[in-house]
């Protein structure tokens, strides 16, 4: 199949507002574009380029999936209201995912998008208690549920089938023609459907153009509003400087520049705080109320975690994409790296099995999700694609065992896990800085330049530039 490099327009035909990108892919151009789903339009110029050796292929994301997140703090008046929110938009979702479970070939069509909303019609006509409640908030949880049924069924993405949800995980509602008015420099309050103001703390501005909002509950019982928006972009200017990135579970970030980064682990005393609460919880009786003080707690330390995580991945992804032109990362299915190992039948004894090395495998998922691989990746594709950056996905194979001096691959070559000795040609190097120079000469392959920046209009696309004659020079 041809690798083709295509330097695509995008046109927002809401905001009118135009942004260059490149997308390297492998395939039809029309079956990428229709896969988009940016509500774009699209025009390309597209050049055949070479591939160096071990790329197979490389993806250059664009994403619009952003938004402005601020901490709720509603009255105590008000927040039983926002919890009957939450529990109205979680019984209308469910009803919806009953419906579509007993859909069956032979049966007919499950209810349609209108069919639907007239059924919630009767529905508050008949129920009072759902009656009581916005039928805003309502109709725009069966709306979320047509468009996962939509993206479930759409073949090139890959989301899977909306599922129940549950009160004990997180909750929330959309709230449809959003209004916001603001307080001070901090505050600002936001305009809930039989509710009234409820009051937000300002900790970023707020996107130009409100539209909906989304209103979330934690589990560790705080509240958020989110506001879509498009990623802002970075005060950075072009320094021409590239770089390769190894990703790890022991180190989590590893620049071919010899750089480290390991993300935030939870601290000791955190951790046995979370084993002894643990423990409490499973003598406590499913549904009391000191089992349900025991969870939040343990949400409380989880939450801590999260937001240390979260943050690191901001400021690095930040500092990567200001410093750097280029970005390169390995393509890691990470979704199926993280799964349990299947159990091993025993031949000699039916019904026995062997052992899977099932504890092993779980605690390197938890390293690999502590890393926090996919959120760093994501971050930096969006504020690259909206900085003039850019961030390429190449073939990670044999990166660990390849060497960057001689290109000699063989699995003795990697003595440990820091330390890389070629068996051909003698060159010593750190095991992941030697990673990361093998995934940055690989990018550099076939990176293409960047476009010039869009009109009104558009603006052709530059050609892309001549691909280097493999993966085993230098990449100096």
Not at 380 to 396: I, M, W
Not at 425 to 435: I, L, M
């Amino acid at each position: 199949m041809p690798l083709t490099c295509s330097s695509y327009q995008a046109y927002d035909t809401r905001t009118a507002r135009g942004s260059s990108f490149f997308v390297i892919m492998v395939g039809s151009p029309r079956k990428w574009a229709a896969s988009m789903r940016m509500g774009t339009s699209l025009r390309k110029s597209r050049t055949p380029i070479r591939s160096g050796s071990f790329i197979t292929s490389a993806y250059i994301m664009y994403t619009r999936g952003m938004a402005v997140r601020c901490r709720v703090y509603p009255a105590p008046a008000q927040e039983p209201l926002l919890l009957e929110h939450c529990g109205h938009a979680r019984f209308v979702w469910n009803l919806a995912v009953e419906q579509q479970s007993w859909w069956r070939p032979g049966r007919g069509s499950a209810p349609g998008p209108a069919v639907r909303q007239r059924q919630l019609a009767e529905a508050r006509k008949a129920e009072p208690w759902l009656a009581d409640g916005s039928s805003s908030v309502q109709q725009q949880a069966l709306r979320d549920f047509d468009r996962a049924m939509a993206a479930f069924f759409d073949k090139d993405n890959p989301a899977g089938k909306p599922s129940y949800r549950s009160k004990h995980g997180t909750q929330g509602f959309v709230i449809r023609d959003t209004n916001v008015r603001r307080l001070n420099r901090r505050w600002a309050q936001v305009h809930v459907p039989k509710c009234g103001w409820v009051r937000f703390r300002l900790s970023r501005d707020l996107p130009e153009k409100l539209g909906m909002a989304r209103v979330t509950l934690d589990r560790a019982d705080r509240w958020h509003v989110a506001f879509p928006a498009p990623q802002s972009a970075l005060d950075r200017r072009p320094t021409g400087a590239v770089v390769g990135i190894d990703r790890g579970v022991r180190t989590a970030l590893v620049t071919s520049d010899g750089q480290h980064y390991r993300a935030p682990r939870i601290s000791d005393r955190r951790a046995a705080r979370y084993l002894a609460l643990q423990r409490r919880m499973a003598r406590q009786q499913k549904g009391s109320r000191k089992r349900e003080k025991t969870r939040r707690a343990m949400a409380r330390i989880t939450a801590k975690v999260t937001d240390r995580r979260k943050d690191w991945a901001e400021k690095t992804s930040t500092r990567l994409v200001t410093d750097h032109d280029l970005i390169v990362f390995e393509k890691l299915n990470t979704k199926n790296m993280v799964r349990k190992p299947k159990p091993k039948p025993d031949p000699d004894q039916p019904g026995a099995h062997l052992p899977n090395r099932a504890r092993a495998k779980a605690g390197l998922n938890r390293g690999i999700l502590a890393s926090c691989w996919g959120l760093l990746a994501t971050r930096t594709e969006q504020k690259a694609a909206a900085s003039g950056a850019l961030a390429v996905y190449v073939d990670p194979r044999f990166t660990s065992q390849q060497c960057r001096r001689c290109g000699h691959t063989a699995k003795e070559n990697r003595e440990s896990q820091a330390i890389f000795l070629c068996v051909e040609c003698g060159h010593a190097d750190h095991a992941d800085v030697n990673a990361a120079k093998n995934v940055l000469a690989r990018g550099l392959a076939m990176a293409p330049v960047s476009a010039q920046a869009p009109g009104p209009w558009g603006v052709r696309p530059r050609k892309p530039a001549k691909a280097a004659a493999g993966t085993t020079q230098e990449a100096a």
